[in-house]
C-alpha cells in the first residue's frame, strides 16, 4: 500500500501570515472583506486579487470589499514588487478563501443533515436536499477564522472571465481617490526643502526664518529643512525663498556625467561571482563589447505625498498615510528614526499616481511625520514640488556590463563571461539597523544612509538579475561588483538589474549570430532547450513577421528575449524602427507566458504599459549632473515619452492553465529596450552600446565606427 502524495505547503505568504482572519472576513448582510497585504499602485492588482478570492468563495465578485492595506489590521507581505503580487497574495488568498468556503461547507452540512460533497454553492448560499439553505452569513457565528490555515485544500473553480477593474471609475471621472486628494479638516501643508547633495547642510551664518520669511512655521534640525502653514500658497513661496537664498556646504561630489563608464568600473567593489558549466571549450573567436546604461528616475505621474497625525497622548502615537509600496517596511524604519515601538505607529496605504519601484513615497511620509510632531494634534499633508522628485527621490543605478563571448568552430557559443559595475538596486526601508529614509540621515544626529545592496538570487537579484543567460552554453561566469561607495543615492527601479544585462545579453546574441551568419532568431533557438521559451520565441517570430516585410532606408527590426529573474514569466519582442534624426519605435510585437492568465485584459495592460516605458528608457531617459548635484529636474531637462511617440503595441499571451501563475509587471522591459538597439543596428548598421538611444548616442557610434 503506497502513502498519499503529501500536501503541497502552504503558500509563502499564507505560511508567513497563517490566520484566516488575517485575509477574509465574513461580514453581515452578504458582505465579505478581502484582507490583501499587496497594494494597488495602478497596475490592477486589486480587481484580480478580488476575482482569485470570488472564485475561491464562490459569489458574486459584487459582494467582496477589497480592504485598503494598513498595519495591524492586513497581513505582513512585505513590499509589493518584484511582479510577486499574483504568485503571492493570489495564491495565498485562493487558498485561504477555498478552505475558508471549506469550513462553511462543513458546518451548513452539519447543520442541514447532509453530506458536504451534496451540497451545491450558489453565490454563498449552500443548497442542500430539498432545497434547503444556508449561507455563509447565517452561519457567521458558528465558524471561527480565529485558526490557522491547513494544507491541502479542495480545488478552485476558475471561471476565467476578466472583471472590470474596480479603480478605474474614479479615475476616469476624476472623483477623489488619490493620496494628493486628502484633505482633512484643520490640515496644516508641510514642504521641506532638501540639500544639493548627500551631507550638505546648511550655512550657520545664515537666519532660516528670516529667509522663509513671514507666514509659516519654520522646522529646522540639522539638515532637516522643513516649513508649515495653514496656507498652502504661503508655504509654497517660503519654500521657494529658501530654494534660492538659502546656502549649503559640504557634501559628497557627484561623478563627472562624461565619464561615467569609466567611473563605476575605477570604485572600490564588493564583488560576487556566480559561474555556470565546467572549464571553457576551445575557441576560435571571441567577441567583447561593454554596455552602459546611466541612472534612470522614476517620473511619477505626480510628486510623491504623505499625510501624518502626531498625537503624543494617544496608544498611536503616528499615525500615516502613503502610497507606499511597503507600509510594514516604512513603519520599521519610522519606529528606529522615532524611537517608538512599532506597535505605536500605524501606517495605512492610500493610492498613489505612479510609482515604477522605490521611489521617495517613502520619503515624504517621513518628512510628514517629523513636521506632525512639530504640530502635535493636526494633521500635517507634506507634498514634494516636481523638482523635489525628480532630483530627491532614489535613482536606478547605472550600469556597466562589460561581456565577452566564445564561438567554437561549429558556430556554437561555448564560454561565455559577464561583468558588471553598479551601485545596489535596493536601499529601501525596513531591511537594515540603520534607516535609509531621506530625512533620517538629515536631522541632527542621523546615521548616514547604509549603502545600497543587491536582493538576494533567491528573491531576483539586484543588478545581477537576469546577468546569467538563459541559453544553453557550456561555461558561464557572471562577476557583480557591487560599488561600495555611493554619492548618487540608488534604490530599486522596476525591472532592476535586467533593463541592462538583458540589453546586454540580447545584443551580443546578434552580434553572435551576425559573426557566424545566422538568422539572429535560428541561433537563439539553437541555443535554447527549454520548451516554454522557444514556444514564445517562436510565436514572436510568426506574429511579428519576422524579416518577411520589406525595409525601406533606415528602417529596421529587431528581436530580443528574456525570461524574467530567469524564473518567471517568458517574453519576446520584435520591434520596427524608423532611424532618420533620431530613433521612433513604430511597431512592438510582444509574445508573454506568464503561467496560468487570472486576468488576461490585466496581463495585457502590464507589459504593454511596461513595454512603453521601457521605450522611453531606450530612446530618452538618463539622470543628469554635475559635481555639484543633480541638473535633471523638470520634463525639459528629464524628458519621458510623449503621447505622439508611443508605438503601436500588440501583446499575444500564451495562456498555460495549468501552470502557476507569474507576474507579468516586469517581463517586458528588459527584451523591449534589447529589440529595439538590436532594430537600430538592423537600420543603420551601427552597434548601440549606451542607453538612451539619442540623436548625440547615435553621433557618437557613427565616430567611433560601431
Not at 439553505?133 to 476565467?160: F, K, N, Q
Not at 532638501?194 to 520669511?213: F, H, I, K, N, V
Not at 548618487?488 to 546574441?509: D, K
Not at 507566458?593 to 495592460?605: A, F, L, P, R, T
Amino acid at each position: 500500500m503506497t502513502d498519499a502524495p503529501a500536501a503541497p505547503p502552504l503558500p509563502k505568504s499564507l505560511a508567513a501570515n497563517p490566520l484566516l482572519s488575517q485575509w477574509v472576513r465574513i461580514g453581515a448582510e452578504g458582505r465579505i472583506d478581502i484582507l490583501p497585504g499587496k497594494v494597488e499602485i495602478g497596475q490592477g492588482i486589486a480587481t484580480a486579487l478580488l476575482k482569485m478570492a470570488a472564485e475561491a468563495l464562490e459569489v458574486d465578485p459584487a459582494r467582496i470589499r477589497m480592504v485598503r492595506p494598513a498595519t495591524g489590521d492586513s497581513p505582513d507581505e512585505g513590499v509589493t514588487s518584484g511582479s510577486q503580487s499574483i504568485q503571492d497574495c493570489g495564491r495565498a488568498l485562493r487558498h485561504v478563501c477555498a478552505e475558508v468556503r471549506d469550513l462553511f461547507r462543513a458546518e451548513a452540512a452539519l447543520r442541514l443533515g447532509a453530506d458536504a460533497g451534496a451540497l451545491g454553492l450558489e453565490d454563498g448560499t449552500f443548497v442542500g436536499p430539498g432545497n434547503a439553505r444556508l449561507s455563509y452569513w447565517e452561519l457567521e457565528d458558528a465558524v471561527s477564522l480565529e485558526r490557522a490555515a491547513t494544507a491541502g485544500v479542495r480545488p478552485v473553480r476558475r471561471t476565467g472571465l476578466d472583471l472590470a477593474r474596480i479603480d478605474l471609475a474614479d479615475k476616469v471621472f476624476g472623483r477623489p481617490r488619490f493620496i494628493h486628494d486628502m484633505r482633512p479638516e484643520g490640515m496644516l501643508h508641510g514642504r521641506v526643502v532638501l540639500p544639493p547633495r548627500t551631507g550638505s547642510s546648511p550655512r550657520r551664518d545664515q537666519d532660516l526664518a528670516a529667509l522663509a520669511g513671514p507666514g509659516v512655521q519654520l522646522v529646522a534640525d540639522g539638515a532637516f529643512i522643513g516649513l508649515l502653514s495653514d496656507d498652502e500658497r504661503s508655504v509654497d513661496q517660503a519654500a521657494a525663498r529658501l530654494r534660492e537664498k538659502l546656502g549649503w556646504e559640504g557634501g559628497t561630489p557627484l561623478p563627472d556625467e562624461a565619464t561615467l563608464g569609466d567611473w563605476l568600473r575605477a570604485q572600490p567593489v564588493a564583488p560576487v561571482v556566480e559561474q555556470r558549466g565546467g572549464p571553457a571549450e576551445p575557441a576560435v573567436q571571441t567577441l567583447a563589447r561593454s554596455f552602459l546604461k546611466p541612472f534612470i528616475a522614476h517620473g511619477s505621474m505626480a510628486p510623491s505625498c504623505a499625510l501624518a497625525l502626531w498625537s503624543p497622548d494617544e496608544a498611536e502615537i503616528l499615525r500615516v498615510w502613503t502610497h507606499s509600496q511597503g507600509i510594514y517596511n516604512l513603519r520599521a524604519d519610522l519606529s528606529v528614526v522615532f524611537g517608538l515601538p512599532p506597535e505605536r505607529i500605524r501606517v495605512e496605504h492610500v493610492e498613489g499616481a505612479g510609482c515604477y519601484g522605490h521611489n521617495p513615497a517613502d520619503d515624504v511620509a517621513l518628512d510628514a511625520a517629523l513636521l506632525a510632531r512639530a504640530a502635535p494634534g493636526r494633521v500635517v499633508r507634506a507634498q514634494m514640488s516636481r523638482d523635489e522628485e525628480l532630483g530627491g527621490g532614489p535613482f536606478a543605478p547605472a550600469m556597466r556590463v562589460d561581456v565577452e563571448a566564445d564561438l567554437d568552430a561549429s558556430g556554437r557559443l561555448c564560454g561565455w563571461r559577464h561583468t558588471i559595475w553598479s551601485n545596489g538596486h535596493s536601499m529601501r526601508p525596513g531591511r537594515s539597523k540603520a534607516s535609509t529614509l531621506r530625512a533620517a540621515a538629515h536631522v541632527s544626529g542621523g546615521a548616514p544612509w547604509p549603502i545600497a545592496i543587491n536582493m538576494p538570487a533567491s528573491n531576483g537579484g539586484g543588478a545581477d538579475r537576469n546577468s546569467m543567460p538563459l541559453y544553453d552554453i557550456p561555461a558561464a561566469c557572471v562577476t557583480n561588483n557591487r560599488l561600495t561607495v555611493m554619492p548618487i543615492r540608488t534604490s530599486a527601479m522596476r525591472a532592476l538589474g535586467a533593463f541592462a544585462n538583458v540589453f546586454a545579453i540580447e545584443s551580443m546574441m546578434d552580434e553572435a549570430a551576425l559573426a557566424v551568419g545566422e538568422d539572429a532568431v535560428a541561433f537563439r533557438l539553437r541555443h535554447l532547450s527549454d520548451d516554454r521559451a522557444r514556444a514564445v520565441i517562436l510565436e514572436a517570430a510568426r506574429l511579428g513577421r519576422w524579416r518577411e516585410a520589406p525595409r525601406a532606408d533606415g528602417e529596421g527590426q529587431g528581436f530580443a528575449f528574456a525570461r524574467y529573474k530567469n524564473t518567471g514569466a517568458y517574453c519576446a519582442v520584435v520591434a520596427d524602427v524608423a532611424c532618420t534624426d533620431e530613433v521612433r519605435v513604430n511597431r512592438l510585437l510582444v509574445v508573454v507566458d506568464v503561467g496560468e492568465v487570472i486576468s488576461h485584459d490585466g496581463v495585457v495592460n502590464q507589459v504593454e504599459g511596461g513595454a512603453i516605458q521601457a521605450t522611453s528608457w531606450a530612446l530618452k531617459e538618463a539622470v543628469h549632473f554635475s559635481p555639484e548635484g543633480i541638473l535633471s529636474r523638470s520634463w525639459e531637462d528629464y524628458p519621458i515619452l510623449r503621447f505622439s511617440e508611443v508605438p503601436a503595441v500588440a501583446v499575444h499571451v500564451l495562456d498555460r492553465p495549468d501552470a502557476p501563475p507569474m507576474g507579468a509587471g516586469e517581463a517586458s522591459q528588459g527584451p523591449t529596450g534589447a529589440a529595439i538597439a538590436n532594430a537600430v543596428h538592423d537600420a543603420l548598421g551601427m552597434r548601440m552600446t549606451r542607453f538612451p538611444l539619442t540623436r548625440d548616442t547615435l553621433i557618437e557610434a557613427m565616430e567611433l565606427g560601431q
